[in-house]
Each structure stands twice: as structure tokens, then as C-alpha cells.
């Protein structure tokens, strides 16, 4: 059974930094594409960065230069280091499998809750 668990998340103040964890289970982890995404209150689930099973990263506009996603394959871990917060970046923030085009249909966590405000 995949299983992904996702934690870091806190509040925080506007400029600050987070980094969050996604820990898998039940899976293969170097070869595939994995990526954070996030859903804000009354939005749809977005993606957010993902990583290619060959270590190309690529990030939707909003966060490029502040956001950054990295594994470690040994420890079958995703993070994502977030800096530079905005009140926007408010949301649940998720960990799954990257599919080009389309959200994963299986296998989301509870996800890790990021508040920005002061």
C-alpha cells in the first residue's frame, strides 16, 4: 500500500521560511516523478513543484525563486524549502506522484497545513 505522509507545516509570518517533509511508503521511490501540490480554502489542488526522476525540478510561477523541492532517495523523503512566504501561499500542502497535466487520483496523504499571516 503507497502511503504518503506529509508534516512541517506551522504559521508563519510574512517573509519567513518553511520547510516541509513527505515521508513514502509502499513504493519505489528513485525512479519516479514526485511533486508537492497544495489546496487553498475554496480552491482546487494545484501543483506546485515537481521533481523528475532524473533530478529536473520545475515549479509553477508563483513560487519559482522562493520555493525549492529536493528528495532523498535513501531515505525515500521529499521536501520542499519555502522561503519568502506570502499570505498566498496559504494552503494544505500535499506530496504524490507528478503525472503530467492532470492531479494524481490515488494515494494523497492528509497533507501538512501552511498559514502566512501576521
Known amino acids: 500500500q503507497v502511503q504518503f505522509v506529509e508534516s512541517g507545516g506551522d504559521l508563519v509570518q510574512p517573509g519567513g521560511s518553511l520547510r516541509l517533509s513527505c515521508s513514502a511508503s509502499?513504493?519505489?521511490?528513485?525512479?519516479?516523478?514526485l511533486a508537492w501540490y497544495r489546496q487553498a480554502p475554496g480552491k482546487e489542488r494545484e501543483l506546485v513543484a515537481s521533481?523528475?526522476?532524473?533530478?529536473?525540478?520545475s515549479y509553477v510561477d508563483s513560487v519559482k525563486g522562493r520555493f525549492t523541492i529536493s528528495k532523498d532517495g535513501t531515505r525515500k523523503m521529499l521536501f520542499l524549502q519555502m522561503n519568502s512566504l506570502k499570505p498566498e501561499d496559504t494552503a494544505v500542502y500535499y506530496c504524490?506522484?507528478?503525472?503530467?497535466?492532470?492531479?494524481?487520483?490515488?494515494?494523497w496523504g492528509q497533507g501538512t497545513q501552511v498559514t502566512v499571516s501576521s
Open positions: 504524490n506522484f507528478y503525472y503530467p497535466n492532470q492531479l494524481p487520483r490515488l494515494y
Open positions: 509502499g513504493t519505489a521511490f528513485n525512479p519516479y516523478p
Open positions: 521533481h523528475s526522476g532524473q533530478g529536473t525540478e
